[in-house]
Nanobody
Framework: QVQLVESGGGFVQAGGSLRLSCAAS????????MGWYRQAPGKQRELLAT???????NIVDFMKGRFTISRNTAKNTVYLQMNSLKPEDTAVYYC?????????WGQGTQVTVSS
């Protein structure tokens, strides 16, 4: 069982930045892949970024240049740095952890970007 706790969401004006955190209850070395997703009202959940247990990170093409993923292995925490935020980035942001065939989800953190 893996528990994930997201934090760092909030209200920000367009052009601003936020850093989301996802703290895992187990060593992130034991997690195959951790990822950040988001879901806006009325839309499907979409993948934003992933990072493997070995530390290899990837950002989806449409987010490159604005978002970066990183981790702190000592804190078992993965981060999503979001810059140049736009109103269309408003969504609930979720952290996920894949351990073999099981995917665990955090509770989500709301990000609201005003114009």
């Amino acid at each position: 069982q893996v528990q994930l706790v997201e934090s760092g969401g909030g209200f920000v004006q367009a052009g601003g930045s936020l850093r989301l955190s996802c703290a895992a209850s187990v060593s992130i070395f034991s997690i195959d892949v951790m990822g950040w997703y988001r879901q806006a009202p009325g839309k499907q959940r979409e993948l934003l970024a992933t990072i493997t247990g070995g530390g290899s990170g990837n950002i989806v093409d449409f987010m490159k240049g604005r978002f970066t993923i990183s981790r702190n292995t000592a804190k078992n925490t993965v981060y999503l740095q979001m810059n140049s935020l736009k109103p269309e980035d408003t969504a609930v942001y979720y952290c996920a952890a894949d351990v073999r065939v099981v995917r665990y989800w955090g509770q989500g953190t709301q990000v609201t970007v005003s114009s």
